[in-house]
T-cell receptor, first 112, second 109 residues
Framework: AQTIHQWPVAEIKAVGSPLSLGCTIKGKSSPNLYWYWQATGGTLQQLFYSITVGQVESVVQLNLSASRPKDDQFILSTEKLLLSHSGFYLC???????????FGKGTRLTVV | QQKVQQSPESLTVSEGAMASLNCTFSDGTSNNFRWYRQHSAKGLEVLVSIFSDGEKEEGRFTAHLNRANLHVSLHIREPQPSDSAVYLCAVTGYQNFYFGKGTSLTVIP
């Protein structure tokens, strides 16, 4: 069975500090991978997607970057956090362009 | 870009009464429509996926899609207090998901 694991579960970071959020998918080779973000009270927005290792497409610009260093790993990062980066980050995967997308449990980020 | 709007923003129902949630979208050519439930510590749980006009039932959850009216609804039969959560409508195209802001459902015992 496929599993998706996100880390950390929650993080409190200072403005201007770096950030790295991780996501690992086990049990599925060559998944499509996605990062989503939801500001408190806001709409869930897709940030990035990746269909293969080393290839990442940006959907929404938020001064964040994403990388896919391995087939089963997706990293979201920035060198300098902004207050506006606070929110809930979700990683997800799908089988190619298959109809179902499976979400991780998310990371709650608070920037202070 | 696809615009997705959900109503109502919040809904309170008594246990056992039908709960109905609505979602409208701006582009009817999108491929798929899904309803998710969001629990704070559990990420997103897919409830129903629907691709064709009409009705799709998954357990106590039934989705109705009408592309011509740009509308998809979710009906929860015999809701329980454990169904209290935020419900998200998602409209999907190629590699992109568009979500509504959600409906916060509270089920009172």
């Amino acid at each position: 069975a496929q599993t998706i694991h996100q880390w950390p579960v929650a993080e409190i970071k200072a403005v201007g500090s770096p950030l790295s959020l991780g996501c690992t998918i086990k049990g599925k080779s060559s998944p499509n991978l996605y990062w989503y973000w939801q500001a408190t009270g806001g709409t869930l927005q897709q940030l990035f997607y990746s269909i293969t290792v080393g290839q990442v497409e940006s959907v929404v610009q938020l001064n964040l970057s994403a990388s896919r260093p391995k087939d089963d790993q997706f990293i979201l990062s920035t060198e300098k956090l902004l207050l506006s980066h606070s929110g809930f980050y979700l990683c997800a995967w799908s089988r190619g362009q298959g109809p179902e997308v499976f979400f991780g449990k998310g990371t709650r980020l608070t920037v202070v | 870009q696809q615009k997705v709007q959900q109503s109502p923003e919040s809904l309170t129902v008594s246990e056992g009464a039908m709960a109905s949630l609505n979602c409208t979208f701006s582009d009817g050519t999108s491929n798929n429509f899904r309803w998710y439930r969001q629990h704070s510590a559990k990420g997103l749980e897919v409830l129903v996926s629907i691709f064709s006009d009409g009705e799709k039932e998954e357990g106590r959850f039934t989705a109705h899609l009408n592309r011509a009216n740009l509308h998809v609804s979710l009906h929860i039969r015999e809701p329980q207090p454990s169904d209290s959560a935020v419900y998200l409508c998602a409209v999907t195209g190629y590699q992109n998901f568009y979500f509504g802001k959600g409906t916060s459902l509270t089920v009172i015992p």
